[in-house]
């Protein structure tokens, strides 16, 4: 449309009569229309999400060119998909978006792997949270090596990217294992420290209260370092890694309130000795900091 210095309003393709029908559409002919730049298959949907009143009102026409075309999405760079793809997922209509274009068949061309998890992903959406974008995506997906596919072509942030491995490596536990606030207090200090992803998992499950409870929480200071350890004569490389770790959980199971003098004068030892590790001087004087 174009509009001119006396205020008139050159309408040569019915653009105002579509605006008021929140109808979205290619100017003229839609498979001129992508063949000129493959990108506006991504922006079709974007736009759709913008404008359109129902979720699955789309004009065959417009459908069927977007799938004889969708191969054209190879040439696009990774980049360029993410950052339209990322904002489909967050708007209106999303899912159902979302599985059109999978009909359309845009999974290979962007990462995705041949078999996906549709019906995690319309759980997800079903839970009504305010997710990252990724991580509805990362919903589809059923492993690490997935998410790994997938970063490879859409180029994701390391943020992104970890998150979504996080979430398929660990939702399996959600449900069975953590239950209960301490649960997911004790994983995240236990096995990532990555207290802003335990977050997107608890809203990813929909569990709310949980949430709110951890998202107020505080990750204590585990009391011991590596320089302490090696002060109380622990053995290092892997061994201090190792009993770090079965120290660190023994301060956990207490709910992160063992001391760091009854972790060296009582538990080191037991630790050590369980490892079969006879190095640790029992008659020394321990060596702890403030």
Request: glycine share 6%; hydrophobic share 35%; aromatic share 12%.
């Amino acid at each position: 449309m174009f509009l001119g210095f006396d205020g008139s309003l050159y309408d040569y393709f019915f653009g105002y009569e579509d605006l008021q029908k929140r109808r979205v559409v290619f100017v003229g002919n839609p498979d001129q229309r992508i063949k000129e730049d493959f990108l506006r298959i991504l922006r079709y949907f974007r736009f759709y999400g913008r404008i359109a009143e129902k979720p699955n009102h789309h004009d065959k026409e417009t459908i069927d060119a977007i799938t004889e075309n969708i191969s054209g999405l190879e040439k696009i760079s990774g980049e360029r998909i993410w950052s339209e793809l990322k904002k489909i997922l967050k708007g209106n209509f999303a899912l159902e978006l979302m599985e059109e274009m999978l009909k359309c068949g845009i999974a290979k061309y962007i990462g995705l792997p041949e078999s996906l998890n549709l019906e995690e992903m319309r759980r997800v959406y079903g839970t009504k949270q305010d997710l990252q974008s990724i991580t509805y995506l990362a919903a589809l997906l059923d492993s690490s090596e997935d998410v790994l596919k997938l970063h490879s072509r859409l180029k994701l942030s390391a943020f992104e990217r970890d998150l979504a491995i996080f979430l398929a490596e660990n939702r399996k536990f959600v449900g069975t294992d953590l239950n209960e606030l301490s649960d997911y207090k004790k994983r995240c200090i236990l096995h990532s420290n990555r207290k802003d992803f335990y977050e997107e998992l608890l809203k990813y499950f929909g569990k709310e209260e949980i949430y709110r409870e951890f998202k107020d929480w505080n990750i204590p200071k585990f009391p011991l370092n590596g320089g302490i350890l090696k002060q109380n004569n622990c053995p290092s490389g892997k061994v201090m890694g190792s009993v770090m770790t079965e120290l660190k959980a023994i301060w956990a199971e207490d709910n992160f309130e063992t001391s760091q003098k009854d972790l060296l004068s009582i538990h080191l030892p037991n630790v050590l000795n369980k490892m079969k590790i006879d190095e640790f001087p029992s008659n020394k004087k321990l060596k702890t900091e403030r």
